[in-house]
């Protein structure tokens, strides 16, 4: 009994150390990200106090970018901490997959010079129709970016699930890299690094977001060798109890 117990307090240990270590990491990480912009601002912000007005104009402009940036590091800093906390709320209601696939699909081909092709099917899940826009969008966003010439959006279901393909035909993954590729502030030696500028939780949030809805995101095989992300949401299989409040991450 006695060495059960040490086994089992030794065994505490090591997560209450690993999980300290992910946290000094996350923070420094953060920490990071947050110097580069406030550094931005505060150099453009001394320089426009004695500038004329025409360069005063291009560095308020580069100020406006940079805020941009840290506002949305901020949220996605806040999004993730409440994970950590279970205190993420995800409100249940009935969201058409579909038409969030064929929105994004739409919005990519405005704004992006790749060729965007869709096989959509009607689908319905449970979940918090904002959040579940998000993780797409991340990882459509991310597609596009890597992708050589094309991005192909497919969605489907199965008895149980319903799945979303994010298809490019830019750089793989490599298998080890995998599941890495969705931890916070990650940086891959490979061509699908994270983007200079971006925050590196992207990807992070949309696994976040996904798993609070009893589903998840990875990354696997695809036929033709294309780099693949794949979504997997439980549909619909009874009437939503509109009674029912929000749910956290961990319920």
């Known amino acids: 009994e006695i060495a059960a117990l040490a086994t089992t307090m030794n065994t505490m240990l090591d997560r209450l150390e690993a999980s300290d270590r992910a946290q000094r990491a996350f923070v420094s990480d953060a920490s990071h990200e947050l110097r580069s912009p406030v ?3 505060s150099t453009a912000g001394e320089l426009a106090a004695t500038a004329d007005p025409a360069r005063r104009a291009a560095l308020l402009a580069t ?3 940079e805020i941009a940036r840290l506002r949305g590091l901020v949220e996605d800093l806040m999004t993730l901490a409440r994970a950590d ?3 993420l709320g995800i409100p249940r209601a009935e969201v058409d997959l579909d038409d969030l696939v064929a929105d994004e699909a739409r919005r990519l081909r405005l704004t992006n010079s790749v060729v965007v092709t869709a096989a959509i099917e009607p689908v319905r899940v449970l979940g918090d129709q904002r959040r579940l826009e998000q ?9 596009a970016r890597h992708a050589s010439t094309t991005v192909r959006l497919t969605l489907t279901s199965t008895a ?3 799945i979303i393909w994010v298809d490019d035909d830019g750089p793989g993954i490599p298998v080890a890299d995998r599941d890495r590729i969705f931890d916070r502030f990650v940086r891959l030696d490979e061509a699908r690094s994270r983007d200079q ?3 590196g939780l992207g990807l992070a949030i949309t696994r976040t977001t996904l798993r609070a809805h009893d589903g998840d995101a990875s990354v696997v095989d695809s036929p033709d060798d294309w780099c693949r992300f794949e979504i997997r949401l439980p549909l619909v299989t009874e009437s939503l109890d ?5 749910r956290g991450c961990g319920n």
Do not use: K, Q, V
Request: hydrophobic share 40%.
């Open 242 to 246: 509109h009674s029912a409040g929000p």
């Open 160 to 162: 149980t699930e319903a």
């Open 197 to 199: 500028g971006g925050s």
């Open 39 to 41: 550094a931005t601002l």
């Open 135 to 143: 993780a797409l969008r991340n990882l459509i966003d991310n597609a």
């Open 85 to 87: 906390a279970r205190d």
């Open 63 to 65: 100020m406006n970018t």
